[in-house]
C-alpha cells in the first residue's frame, strides 16, 4: 500500500497571501488528521476530518480551515499568512476510531517571507 | 485537556549503551499512549503503541516502553542503542475523544 502523501513538499509564500496543502491518505484510511510542527511549539493538533466531516479542533485561528473530500483526501487552507506560520505541516491518517495507529505523511514546510 | 512532559529535550548515549526516554502524562481518564520517531526531514513512524492489555509493550528496532498508570508515565527503553537510533522521539497520548496530544521531543544522538 502506498503511504501518505502530501503536496507540495516545499512552499514559500509571502505575508498576507493563502496557502493550500493536500494530504492523500493510505487507501482506506478514512480519518485525517492535521499537525503543526514547529522548533518552539513542537507538534500542535489542528484538526481531524472523518467521512468529510470535521471531527475534532484544536486551538488554531479561524484562518486555520479544511476540508476532506469524498475519496478521503484532504486540503488544508491558511488565509492571511503571517510569518510565524512558517511550520512543517504534517497529515497523518487512520483507519478510522479512537486507539487507531496514525500514519504520517512527510510533511509539507511552509516559509513564510 | 491532556498534557504530555518529555522531561529530557537531548539525550546524548554512547553506540550499544542502553537507553531511557522519559515520558509523563496528565489524565484521569483512559488514555491510548504512543512513542513515534522522527527522522530528518522525514514524517512520524510509529515505534509502538499501548492501548490495553500487559503494560510492557514491544515495538520496532528493539524498542519497549512500559506503562504506569499509577506514576502516569510510558518510558521508552532500548538496551543497546545503534548510530542509526539518532533522530528525535515523541511521545503522544490519545483520548476517546480522539484527539492526539504530543510532547515536545527527545533528540537522542548516538555517539560512536
Known amino acids: 500500500k502506498a503511504g501518505v502523501t502530501q503536496t507540495p513538499r516545499y512552499l514559500i509564500k509571502t505575508r498576507g497571501q493563502q496557502v493550500t496543502l493536500s494530504c492523500s491518505p493510505i487507501s482506506g484510511h478514512r480519518s485525517v488528521s492535521w499537525y503543526q510542527q514547529t522548533p518552539g511549539q513542537g507538534l500542535q493538533f489542528l484538526f481531524e476530518y472523518f467521512s468529510e466531516t470535521q471531527r475534532n479542533k484544536g486551538n488554531f485561528p479561524g484562518r486555520f480551515s479544511g476540508r476532506q473530500f469524498s475519496n478521503s483526501r484532504s486540503e488544508m487552507n491558511v488565509s492571511t499568512l503571517e510569518l510565524g506560520d512558517s511550520a512543517l505541516y504534517l497529515c497523518a491518517s487512520s483507519l478510522s476510531g479512537s486507539g487507531e495507529t496514525q500514519y504520517f505523511g512527510p510533511g509539507t514546510r511552509l516559509l513564510v517571507l | 485537556a491532556q498534557s504530555v512532559t518529555q522531561l529530557d529535550s537531548q539525550v546524548p548515549v554512547f553506540e550499544e549503551a542502553p537507553v531511557e526516554l522519559r515520558c509523563n502524562y496528565s489524565?484521569?481518564?483512559?488514555?491510548?499512549l504512543f512513542w513515534y520517531v522522527q527522522y530528518p526531514n522525514q514524517g512520524l513512524q510509529l515505534l509502538l503503541k499501548?492501548?490495553?492489555?500487559?503494560?510492557l509493550v514491544k515495538g520496532i528496532n528493539g524498542f519497549e516502553a512500559e506503562f504506569n498508570k499509577s506514576q502516569t508515565s510510558f518510558h521508552l527503553r532500548k538496551p543497546s542503542v545503534h548510530i542509526s537510533d539518532t533522530a528525535e522521539y515523541f511521545c503522544a497520548v490519545r483520548n476517546t475523544g480522539n484527539q492526539f496530544y504530543f510532547g515536545t521531543g527527545t533528540s537522542l544522538t548516538v555517539i560512536p
Open positions: 489524565s484521569s481518564v483512559s488514555v491510548y
Open positions: 499501548y492501548l490495553s492489555g500487559s503494560t
